[in-house]
């Protein structure tokens, strides 16, 4: 009968797509997508640059090598690569003084203090991490492509992080596009991300959000990973009457940066429920952007929204063995 189908039915766990359980699991968290190879997108400014695609693909070789516990290998970055750094850095230190939230400009204080982040020479990760796992205990892994956004976000629950469903690239942008890159480089991620896990709330709130994404359907990832989108890579917010950046992809490329804050893009108010459903640009500076109060307010409407999927379990964070256990209501 039907009742007996419905009783069979809600008594089967709906299948629930496999997630790592312990840091160390993030190895097998690494699936790639294509998107902008500039050995065959004529949209990446890198394109039929022979060189610089030799030294990309060489960068990314050491990433995909790289396993759990490994010692990061120090890369030796050419005078041309440092000049492309100082070029950006010296932009967006400009910029920001307006154009960045408080909580991105106190935590790049914080490094810039320490020496940490410098003008002058591309940092290390090896030691960018030293001062991460002082600070929030995140570490970045560096990964050799544009991830898939159920492996970035599982990464983030054990407070790794692996570049923006993107990569912790190593490699930088081309020289002759330093305003923008269609996709993240270590510039994004040192410039970009690097401030805001720093930051104890973030990082909580950027960790609860992995966790929400452990076991989700396809279709809830796809929801996460666009809000997370127009957040934490493009999100801005409203301090002092102006619109200032709280998203990475922002706040690393000195051309949108100033394009995101100028009334010529539309701006819409956060709502994660109809955030979730826009579609967006990445090939180029976004035509929309969404203004949140703040970004701890932005992250805690995206947890929340998270924290409403179902699920059919629940999961403990252990951060003693960097491990989650499931717990299921019987
Ligand atoms: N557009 C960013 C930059 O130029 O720094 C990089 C990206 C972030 C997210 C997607 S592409
Ligand atoms: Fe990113």
Aim: charged letters at 25%; hydrophobic letters at 35%; one cysteine or more.
């Amino acid at each position: 009968s039907i009742t007996a189908v419905r009783m069979y039915k809600t008594r089967q766990d709906p299948e629930v797509p496999w997630f790592p359980r312990h840091v160390s699991e993030i190895d097998k968290c690494s699936h790639c997508i294509t998107k902008y190879e500039p050995t065959i997108d004529p949209r990446h400014p890198g394109f039929g640059d022979e060189v610089y695609i030799a030294r990309r693909e060489e960068l990314n070789r050491l990433a995909a090598n790289f396993r759990y516990g490994d010692q990061l290998a120090d890369v030796q970055y050419t005078e041309a690569e440092h000049d492309t750094w100082r070029q950006v850095f010296d932009k967006l230190e400009h910029l920001h003084v307006t154009l960045a939230c408080s909580t991105y400009r106190r935590n790049l204080a914080m490094l810039l203090e320490e020496g940490v982040l410098t003008r002058e020479r591309i940092p290390q990760l090896r030691s960018i991490n030293a001062f991460l796992e002082r600070r929030t205990g995140f570490i970045l892994r560096p990964c050799s492509g544009l991830l898939s956004a159920r492996d970035f976000l599982a990464s983030l629950a054990f407070r790794v992080f692996q570049g923006s469903y993107e990569n912790t690239t190593q490699y930088l942008r081309h020289h002759t596009k330093p305003h923008h890159s269609p996709e993240p480089d270590l510039i994004h991620e040192l410039l970009g991300h690097v401030p805001m896990f720093a930051d104890p709330a973030l990082a909580q709130m950027s960790q609860d959000i992995g966790l929400m994404s452990l076991g989700a359907s396809d279709e809830q990832i796809e929801r996460l990973a666009t809000v997370y989108w127009f957040i934490v890579e493009f999100g801005l917010c409203r301090e002092e009457g102006q619109l200032r950046a709280i998203g990475a992809g922002l706040l690393s490329a000195f051309g949108e940066l100033q394009h995101a804050c100028s009334d010529v893009p539309e701006h819409r108010e956060f709502i994660p429920t109809e955030t979730a459903l826009q579609k967006y640009e990445d090939d180029d500076y976004q035509p929309l952007y969404y203004v949140a109060d703040g970004i701890e307010e932005a992250l805690g409407k995206l947890r929340e929204y998270a924290g409403k999927f179902e699920r059919p379990f629940s999961l403990i964070y252990d951060p003693y063995t960097r491990s989650v256990t499931e717990v299921r209501s019987v």
